[in-house]
């Protein structure tokens, strides 16, 4: 595993070689090159470098100036790299995101496989606070977890607005129907937002635990009439889930009214063991969507795969790169940085899983898989450039 076969892998896959000429900024006669820039920002987290000093102590090395293809001293300094970052526009680096999205659909990398058999594309929408600004991030979840876009907003509370602008984009760019299903958490159970996938040939998964829903009500009326009297239309399942290690019950029905919408509503029930105090713990919590002809195990793995973007785009990112710290006081240059970053973790991701892991485990049989160990292996192969 190195980084040349990561560039490699790069280029024929996502062709990178043709972004340069939508990476712009404002400077009239630059002498660092902006897409040197870019290419630099997005392979942090392929390096881990996790603050603007790294960058620069590297962007000094002769393998820094052999790789980016620069003839000055260094390539950039941290402040040089802020201030070209600010200069970006936005329109370009948002289109590669798309081009990306595009090419691992080629791929297949984001075909997902839903315990039933049935396959789709999963949306994932949340909010994210990092390095001071919040932003509502559109990811997709299938064989990789990878960013498509995302739209920045005020403050707390705003979430929603800027989750609808950003799906809408995103509807708009990928066409009718890309996604299945999109994720979220309760608070998109709103009319709108069910309407809003609708509308655009997907469907709107929540996952919620919120119990003064008119809806849940009525569900968890239903369901425990049927523990009494066996009713038509009401499917059940337990099982055990060895990937998370609970025991589980999923209750569920199509053919809720709310709102105006016709909703499948899933009561799930888990039991997990606490290891340090030996107490069975109880958890619940309902799924919500306009989707039907999913079984119980496909509503409580969508549920649970909502969660991706949590734990494989914005904890990933921080371990890596320390994304949540505040990198710059401008809200637009964290904004940039952001997307780029997680432009860089979807290349990475798909490589790794593509080609990457399977290279690592051939070669490095004895250390632990994990992303770290993958950067600073990458940073080794780049020493070996001028070796």
């Known amino acids: 595993m190195n980084i040349d076969a990561y560039k490699k892998y790069c280029t024929e896959i996502f062709s990178i070689q043709t972004w340069n000429g939508k990476i712009r900024d404002k400077r009239k006669r630059p002498v660092i090159g902006t897409d040197q820039v870019f ?21 000094r090395t002769p393998e820094a100036l052999k790789w980016h293809g620069s003839d000055r001293t260094m390539v950039a300094s941290d402040s040089s790299l802020e201030r070209i970052a600010g200069g970006m526009e936005r329109y370009g680096i948002e289109q590669i995101g798309y081009e990306v ?23 994932i929408v949340d909010g994210h606070h990092a390095g001071g600004i919040w932003a509502s991030v559109l990811a997709i979840s299938g064989k990789v977890t990878g960013v498509v876009d995302l739209e920045r907003y005020r403050n707390r509370g705003c979430e929603l607005e800027a989750s609808r602008r950003v799906l809408k984009r995103a509807f ?10 999109v994720g979220g958490d309760g ?10 996938c609708l509308d655009h040939g997907s469907h709107l998964l929540v996952k919620t635990d919120e119990e003064t829903l008119t809806v849940v009500q009525d569900a968890k009326h239903l369901f425990h009439v ?8 009401i499917f059940q399942h337990r099982g055990h889930d060895p990937k998370r290690d609970v025991d589980y019950e999923v209750m569920g029905s199509e053919g809720f009214q709310w709102q105006g919408h016709g909703l499948t509503v899933a009561w799930v ?9 030996g107490v069975v713990e109880r958890t ?73 892991w399977k290279k690592f485990k051939e070669t490095w049989q004895t250390m632990k898989s994990t992303w770290r160990a993958v950067t600073r292996l990458m940073v080794r192969s780049l020493h070996q450039l001028v070796t």
Request: hydrophobic share 40%; glycine share 10%.
């Open 39 to 59: 290419h630099g920002i997005c392979q942090m987290p392929v390096l881990g470098q996790e603050s603007f000093l790294a960058w620069d102590e590297y962007a």
């Open 101 to 123: 999205t595009d090419k691992a659909d080629e791929q297949a990398l984001w075909d997902l496989k839903l315990p039933s058999g049935k396959k789709l594309r999963l949306g």
């Open 172 to 181: 708009g760019k990928l066409g009718k129907g890309f996604f299945g299903i």
């Open 187 to 196: 608070l998109y159970a709103t009319k709108e937002d069910f309407q809003l």
């Open 226 to 233: 049927q523990n009494a009297n066996k009713l038509e239309g």
């Open 269 to 277: 029930q888990e039991w997990a063991l606490d290891s340090k105090t």
């Open 284 to 356: 619940e919590f309902y799924v919500l969507t306009t989707a039907t002809g999913l079984t119980g195990k496909d509503l409580r793995e969508l549920a649970h795969l909502r969660w991706e973007i949590e734990n494989n785009i914005f904890k990933r990112l921080n371990h890596l790169i320390g994304s949540k710290r505040t990198w710059s006081r401008t809200a637009y240059v964290m904004e940039i940085l952001l997307r780029i970053w997680m432009i860089g973790l979807t290349l990475l991701g798909a490589y790794l899983f593509e080609q990457g």
